[in-house]
């Protein structure tokens, strides 16, 4: 594990200091494969995965990080697979493509709930009804979003309950119900306010 922290630590390293060829990162991941250690040559292919969506490369991306999401189920290491489908699903909302990144979403909360991870399922849940709402299925994200709200609740996770308010607010308000969804954005704004959280991002219905 300490290896592998390490290593990990070192190619986020060679990334920042990569140019255009991206050579570093490259003599990082001919190191890492001379360590028998699936953890550490998975990161280094995320780390590239990485690399490539920040060069805008995204087809190449994605691959890398489907590769690494199969390479992870192999070892059962499911708060991984929710890390990757997380970075994915992100990279499938820039590109648009938000039925795919519904399904990552999806995929990662599955993922969380199996590592018994609570906050990265509340996140990828809220991710995942921010989707919804791009494609008009509201209804859909309303029933994710008050699922997400009910569990940061119970765990008193602040900033994801405030977050959960929004997308039921605004899937309330895209479904007529202008009454409902205003009283999740108060409920939104009190949290906010009671909890020193940015209130900049609720919406209002006037």
């Known amino acids: 594990e300490s290896v592998r922290r390490i290593e990990s630590t070192l190619s986020k390293i060679s990334i920042e200091q990569s140019g255009p060829s991206g050579l570093n990162n490259r003599n990082f991941r001919v190191n890492s494969n001379l360590i028998d250690d699936e953890f550490a040559r998975i990161d280094a292919d995320y780390d590239e995965a990485k690399m490539h969506e920040s ?117 309330k308000s895209n479904l007529g119900l202008n009454n409902d969804a205003s009283d999740a954005f108060n409920e939104a704004r009190n949290i906010a306010k009671e909890h020193s959280l940015d209130d900049s991002i609720i919406p209002s219905i006037h």
């Open 55 to 171: 060069r805008g490369n995204f087809d190449t991306a994605v691959k890398g990080f489907e590769s690494c999401i199969e390479r992870y189920k192999k070892l059962d290491s499911f708060r991984n697979i929710g890390e990757v489908y997380s970075s994915l699903g992100s990279l499938q909302e820039e590109m648009n493509d938000y039925d795919s990144a519904a399904d990552s979403f999806r995929q990662g909360a599955q993922a969380f709930a199996n590592a018994s991870d609570v906050e990265g399922r509340i996140h990828m849940m809220i991710n995942l009804g921010g989707c919804l709402m791009e494609t008009q299925k509201f209804e859909q994200s309303l029933d994710v979003s008050l699922q997400a709200y009910h569990l940061a609740s119970d765990k008193e996770f602040f900033e994801y309950i405030r977050d959960s308010l929004i997308n039921i607010g605004i899937s």
